[in-house]
């Protein structure tokens, strides 16, 4: 069982890298937030099943990534998306705009499919190896370069298309 110091100490060592993570899958800082929350209770009622396989960075992450995934099938995740469609602006949506302003290559990032986002992201914002980002994802290495060539694909076409209409419009 973890001491109350221990808990505190955990939280405050992995709390930013987790919600950075987190805010990378599911777009929504307050939904983050809550799924940064959520891994550590369930960290907390489970640490004695932890086999230190891994270290508990990692183990912490592959929690935090399969929250993640669970929210953005969730019917939350579904009801955001649509009110955005609809044009209603949310409170955690004007949250996000005034706070945090992304630059535009990581808005074309965050706007990639998720399987080639969290590749883009662990290489080049976490500076993982394609080595290191397999065994964390749990594919074969290849499929992660292979990740990694489309989504800087899908970069290039978009930057490019925004910039030819960037110039249009002037």
Same mark, same amino acid.
């Given at each position: 069982?973890?001491?109350?110091e221990?808990?505190?100490e955990?939280m405050d060592?992995y709390?930013?890298?987790?919600?950075? %993570?987190?805010y990378?899958?599911? /777009?929504?800082f307050s @939904? @983050?937030e809550? %799924? &940064?929350?959520? &891994?550590?209770i369930?960290y907390?009622?489970?640490?004695?099943?932890?086999?230190g396989r891994?270290? %508990?960075?990692?183990?912490?992450?592959r929690?935090?990534?399969h929250?993640?995934t669970?929210?953005?099938r969730?019917? @939350? $995740?579904?009801?955001?998306t649509?009110?955005?469609?609809?044009?209603?602006k949310?409170e955690v949506t004007y949250? %996000?705009?005034t706070? =945090?302003e992304?630059?535009t290559?990581?808005?074309?990032? =965050? $706007?990639l499919?998720? /399987?080639?986002?969290?590749?883009?992201l662990?290489f080049?914002?976490?500076?993982m190896t394609?080595?290191e980002?397999a065994?964390?994802l749990?594919l074969?290495e290849?499929t992660?370069?292979t990740?990694?060539r489309r @989504?800087r694909?899908?970069? /290039?076409?978009r930057?490019a298309t925004?910039?030819?209409?960037?110039?249009?419009?002037?």
């Open positions: 069982m973890l001491t109350n221990q808990m505190h955990m060592t709390s930013p890298y987790l919600l950075q %993570i987190s990378m899958y599911v /777009k929504d @939904a @983050a809550d %799924i &940064v929350q959520d &891994v550590f369930h907390f009622k489970t640490a004695e099943q932890f086999e891994s270290s %508990i960075k990692t183990y912490l992450t929690m935090t990534i929250k993640c669970d929210y953005l969730s019917w @939350a $995740s579904r009801k955001r649509l009110t955005k469609l609809l044009g209603q949310t949250e %996000i705009d706070h =945090l992304p630059s290559l990581m808005k074309q990032v =965050l $706007s499919p998720i /399987k080639y986002r969290e590749s883009i662990l080049y914002y976490e500076e394609t080595q980002i065994q964390l749990s074969s290849n992660v370069k990740r990694l @989504a694909e899908l970069l /290039k076409e930057t925004q910039s030819w209409e960037e110039l249009a419009d002037e």
